[in-house]
């Protein structure tokens, strides 16, 4: 699977065009792993792009099956290992803080949304066609995942963590009629408004469903591409949640992801902390 994944810093801040020390020795055991030419970052952000190649979708998971957990720094390939938090209050935390905005896309809140952000993120305008206002006011991904290759006509992609439809609608116009967009998110209130905006544009090769990242309710092998902004660092079990995605490409399928690229550690005492997860 082509893994394509645009990263940008949280609140379009300025990240380090150096790859950390860990992240190099890492890329330079990996031979499948290339640095590759990247767009201009939006403007005040940063862009780190890899792509790795294989001839099928797989997803490498580190530690064992006994539940045990153990930290990343205790992990010697450095694969992101599950945080022992509790799941079910952190997952009412972020549907309570994206219920927000959702209903109230205006109020304010520490990362940026809506129009603005489109434009941090560097959105084309002509992506921006034919998608209601209604979608792009509670706009609150983290990156771009259409900046490493826009779909093709025909494909079915699955957007997850969609939010209030915006990537959604706009990888639906991207693969036209033939094409198929499932749109997988968690707020019931993000949801009735993925839908409502849907039903606006006239778009009807789009759906949505909802569901944990975790527990896609997609086929396998479903999908062309899954696309994600924003919402991976999101869950403490990112292995369970790629290999989810993997598991509902086809083979030779793409990922293409926009998310928060951490460049430090973060104290395991912090992982734990629910107003961290959400603030």
């Known amino acids: 699977a082509e893994v394509r994944a645009p990263l940008h810093g949280p609140l379009g801040e300025t990240r380090r ?3 950390p020390r860990a992240g190099r020795e890492r890329l330079g055991r990996d031979r499948d792993v290339h640095h590759r030419p990247v767009p201009p970052p939006a403007p005040g952000g940063h862009n780190v792009n890899w792509t790795k190649t294989a001839p099928a979708p797989t997803v490498a998971i580190a530690g064992d099956n006994q ?5 990343i720094t205790a992990n010697r390939s450095r694969v992101a290992q599950p945080v022992e938090v509790d ?6 935390a972020i549907k309570d803080e994206y219920k ?5 896309p205006g109020k304010g809140f520490h990362f940026h949304t809506g129009r603005r952000l489109t434009r941090i993120v560097d959105y084309k305008d002509e992506w921006l066609k034919g998608v209601p206002e209604l979608a792009i006011e509670s706009f609150a991904g983290t990156g771009n995942p259409f900046a490493m290759g826009e779909l093709a006509a025909g494909e079915r ?12 609608l706009i990888a639906a116009r991207m693969v036209g009629p033939t094409g198929e967009v499932v749109g997988i998110d968690m707020t019931p209130a993000m949801l009735e408004k993925a839908r409502a905006a849907a039903d606006e544009s006239g778009i009807d090769n789009v759906e ?7 527990e896609l309710p997609v086929p396998d092998g479903w999908a062309d591409v899954v696309i994600s902004n924003g919402v991976l660092n999101l869950t403490p079990d990112k292995q369970k949640a790629l290999g989810e995605m993997f598991r509902v490409l086809r083979s030779g399928g793409r990922l293409q992801i926009g998310d928060i690229l951490v460049n430090r550690e973060v104290p395991e005492g912090a992982k734990k902390k629910i107003d961290l997860w959400t603030g």
């Open 17 to 19: 065009r150096r790859t």
């Open 67 to 71: 539940g045990r957990r153990a930290s």
């Open 87 to 92: 799941t079910e209050t952190l997952r009412e």
């Open 100 to 104: 927000k905005v959702a209903e109230d």
């Open 157 to 168: 992609v699955v957007d997850v963590g969609s939010g209030g439809g915006i990537d959604s």
């Open 208 to 214: 949505f469903r909802e569901a944990y990242m975790e």
